[in-house]
């Protein structure tokens, strides 16, 4: 059964009896996506796993897009179906290629991040990256908790032990040791925790819009790290120009960004044949501390 036929079924079995077909869409990684027609009314956005990792995958997504529209003011689609086998959003668009884009995305997310503040950092239950679970279990200390349920805890996945050596993961250990050294003291806040570039599109009216969001509250850097490894188009420039003056980021920001940015790597490279370079990256960020200094 192709991909479209399932979620076309799926989408019946779920009473949208006005749809007629489903389009197949690119661009995610984790599951199967689509667009549908349906009679007399909009099309829609549904997706779906064909094997999903748990029943609260979509419900979990669905209350993070609340959290970043009522908390966080930013734009979302609008949630229209969240069960255990679909998800069903209203349709955004593809973001325009204008550094006025970037530039009002770079004033929202600032805003998000320095206004939603928390004494503690987790969320209030577990959700997912892709198809593993994001535990986010609360602590006090956000070193320990990047440490502990951002870092550590892809050691045990099967890719990611079959990709590094004894070394890289001893290395990666001294790297948690050193958090404290390595990254600024800085609170939590609400981020989307899965911000690549692809996770950010537009509203109808060409206003920033984020999708696929894996929340906690985190260091806002996160966010920060995500945009900035991920290819991000030469329009968005200005996004880290004016998001450091909004934020009062110091200087040496850049220079923490692969550090941070290795939740995500490992992440990667735990669920996919295909890591696009993560593996790479992860070691030449953990070079430094595969010695004892």
């Not at 077909?21 to 909009?42: F, K, M, Q, S, Y």
């Not at 325009?96 to 239950?125: C, I, K, V």
Request: net charge negative.
């Amino acid at each position: 059964m192709s991909s479209t036929t399932m979620l076309l079924e799926r989408l019946l079995q779920a009473g949208m009896r006005e749809v007629v077909t489903v389009e197949p869409v690119t661009g995610g990684v984790a599951a199967l996506a689509g667009i549908a027609t349906r009679r007399d009314a909009p099309p829609v956005f549904v997706k779906g796993f064909a094997d999903a990792p748990a029943e609260g995958v979509f419900v979990a997504e669905a209350e993070g897009l609340a959290a970043l529209r009522e908390l966080g003011g930013m734009a979302t689609p609008e949630v229209l179906l969240a069960d255990p086998e679909l998800l069903v959003l209203s349709v955004l668009r593809a973001r325009p290629h204008t550094e006025s884009f970037w530039e009002q995305l770079a004033h929202l997310l600032a805003r998000m991040h320095t206004s939603t503040t928390h004494p503690r950092f987790g969320w209030d239950h577990d959700n997912w990256l892709g198809r593993r679970r994001q535990v986010n279990t609360w602590h006090d200390d956000g070193f320990a908790f990047f440490a502990e349920h951002r870092l550590l805890r892809w050691l045990g996945e099967a890719r990611v032990e079959a990709a590094l050596d004894a070394a890289d993961r001893a290395a990666l250990e001294r790297l948690c040791d050193r958090l404290p050294d390595l990254l600024p003291d800085r609170p939590a806040c609400l981020t989307h925790g899965d911000l690549w570039t692809q996770n950010i599109m537009a509203t109808p009216g060409g206003q920033p819009a984020l999708i696929d969001p894996a929340v906690s509250y985190m260091w806002a850097e996160v966010d920060l790290a995500h945009v900035w490894s991920t290819s991000p188009p030469p329009e968005a420039r200005r996004f880290f120009e004016v998001y450091a003056d909004l934020t009062s980021l110091d200087d040496g920001w850049q220079a923490r960004m692969p550090v941070v940015q290795l939740r995500q790597h490992l992440a990667v490279l735990a669920q996919f044949d295909d890591d696009w370079g993560a593996g790479e990256q992860i070691r030449a960020t953990l070079a430094p501390f595969r010695t004892r200094s």
